[in-house]
């Protein structure tokens, strides 16, 4: 949990680097996140120093007796800012680049993010601040740390710019729960920002393989204001051996061509407890994604979740020629669905978020993608979101694709999302009431399908439940997709029940109105004569 004293020393550190000229938030996160990372350093190097002094084993050590000076121990009771500034700047971060070179684990992981970072901390004022501040964060719980960096993370929604990089999280659980990973699973998000996705994928995998006594740890904590609250952590205990070893090093993979982007979705997944986070830099819609990672770029995956680019055009050249084979177009959107349908394995799943256009763009190449999703692989499902879910950044429509690589369609569930719990404005409010969030009837309405199918109900009872296509979930054949041209938006098959009105007639209401103007005089003169 984190409390309002943490999320306040968050705050006031932001607000200590925008005082200090730093006002891109996604900046503010990449540096904050250089501390925390040269903290975690020295703390894992401390523990494996107090556990070789037990043990009497050496270990591969992070920092030479010359370097030694870098560790958080040591910069953090730098009494000199001018010195603490040469430091870091000349030689921590040099150091950050070179220690993957040499050092598993930590290191490794950062080295390919570290070619191009640098302090962009001028003041040395601001960055005694900044150390004193990360020193003063709990990093060393773990059940915190994941919750601290969401924390930090949910500013770029709130700072007005680059809050196109984050799906909303209530969104992204949906999505997860819909999914419903198993501990087998290759996850990847093929362009994936802050790594939203794939943290949320591993919360999930903790919650689901947590036994019910020995899993789950209930903890009843004080808030400031002096409020009980029950704190839930999940241990994943029922994640043993090799299924506990997949989790940590082979699970979860993300692809994304913003280097600061990535170096924030690595500490956000190592933040939230993955050892070992799959993370590189690439565009996966070039060709260079399948000559440099061409067991991933092709059937690599079986789960992929994804929110990717929804604007733009790019260079038609540059993108794999087995990617345009699916759909010739320039247009990312369509270019990703086609990339994502690559890289799963025959009988793979997909749930990613489209513009409403992919659904019902009349071009060759839309038409082509959706005909291809439905005649050559399944396409089990399609959720339209409300128009509001990505305010006040984007306030596109936009739709959930559900579908498996391989096979063919048969019939197709929609779902109209109409209220994710949150105002609709550019606020986005938090709303109560059962009426103000689908998000739950969604998920259980998809599991109800799903059960239907994969049991192989009698096709008058998939009817029974869902075939009347003027409720919020319903069936299509898709046969009836198409003769409609592969159309896929909700409202080319919902039918609305319109209800007739019932008016008086236009006598009877003038009527009223001559005699509540009699009314009104009377009242008028009465008035009048006490004037």
């Not at 929604?157 to 699973?185: K, S």
């Not at 093929?190 to 903790?206: I, N």
């Not at 790019?314 to 794999?320: G, H, Q, S, W």
């Not at 550019?426 to 739950?440: A, F, I, V, W």
Request: with cysteine.
């Amino acid at each position: 949990m984190i409390t309002g004293t943490l999320k306040n020393s968050i705050d006031k550190l932001w607000e200590e680097f925008w005082t200090g000229g730093i006002t891109n938030p996604l900046t503010v996160i990449e540096q904050i996140t250089f501390l925390m990372y040269a903290r975690m350093l020295d703390m894992n190097e401390t523990r494996d120093e107090k556990r070789s002094e037990r043990t009497g084993k050496p270990f591969n050590r992070r920092f030479t007796d010359e370097q030694a000076h870098l560790r958080w121990k040591e910069l953090v009771h730098e009494e000199s800012a001018d010195k603490l500034m040469s430091i870091v700047r000349d030689e921590l971060f040099a150091y950050f680049r070179e220690s993957g070179k040499h050092h598993g684990g930590e290191g490794s992981l950062f080295t390919e993010f570290m070619k191009d970072a640098q302090l962009m901390i001028q003041k040395p004022s601001l960055l005694v601040k900044a150390v004193s501040m990360v020193n003063q964060l709990p990093l060393e719980q773990s059940d915190t740390k994941g919750d601290l960096y969401e924390y930090l993370l949910s500013k770029l929604t709130t700072a007005g710019i680059n809050g196109q990089f984050r799906t909303p999280r209530h969104i992204i659980r949906a999505m997860v729960e819909i999914a419903d990973p198993d501990q087998d699973a290759r996850i990847c998000d093929p362009s994936c920002g802050t790594a939203g996705f794939l943290s949320v994928a591993y919360e999930y995998m903790m919650e689901k393989y947590s036994s019910p006594d020995m899993g789950v740890l209930k903890e009843t904590l004080t808030d400031d204001e002096g409020n009980s609250v029950e704190q839930i952590t999940y241990m994943g205990d029922l994640l043993t051996g090799a299924a506990r070893q997949h989790v940590d090093t082979d699970m979860f993979h993300g692809f994304d061509f913003d280097a600061s982007m990535l170096r924030i979705a690595a500490m956000n997944l190592v933040m939230h407890g993955i050892k070992e986070p799959d993370i590189h830099y690439q565009d996966t819609l070039s060709q260079r994604f399948a000559e440099n990672y061409p067991n991933e770029a092709d059937e690599g995956f079986n789960l992929i979740l994804a929110n990717p680019p929804f604007k733009g055009s790019l260079d038609e050249e540059d993108v794999e020629p087995e990617v345009l084979r699916i759909v010739k177009t320039k247009k990312t959107e369509l270019l990703f669905v086609a990339r994502i349908l690559k890289m799963l394995r025959l009988g793979g799943r997909a749930a990613v978020i489209v513009p409403d256009g992919v659904l019902f763009g009349s071009s060759k190449a839309h038409q082509q993608l959706r005909k291809t999703l439905v005649e050559d692989n399944q396409l089990e499902g399609i959720i339209s979101l409300p128009s509001g879910v990505f305010k006040p950044y984007a306030g596109v429509s936009t739709a959930i694709l559900l579908f498996t690589k391989g096979g063919s369609t048969e019939k197709v569930w929609f779902y109209d999302l109409q209220a994710d719990g949150y105002s609709l404005d550019d606020k986005r409010t938090p709303l109560k009431g059962d009426d103000s969030n689908d998000l739950p009837d969604v998920i259980s309405q998809w599991k109800s399908y799903r059960q239907l199918v994969e049991s192989n109900a009698e096709q008058s009872a998939i009817d029974e439940q869902f075939g009347d296509k003027t409720q919020k979930a319903f069936i299509v054949d898709a046969e009836d997709i198409k003769a409609n041209k592969y159309d896929l938006s909700i409202n080319r098959y919902k039918e609305v029940v319109y209800e007739e009105e019932v008016y008086d007639p236009p006598k009877e209401i003038l009527g009223r109105l001559k005699t509540l103007e009699t009314e009104i005089l009377n009242d008028l003169y009465e008035l009048e004569g006490m004037l």
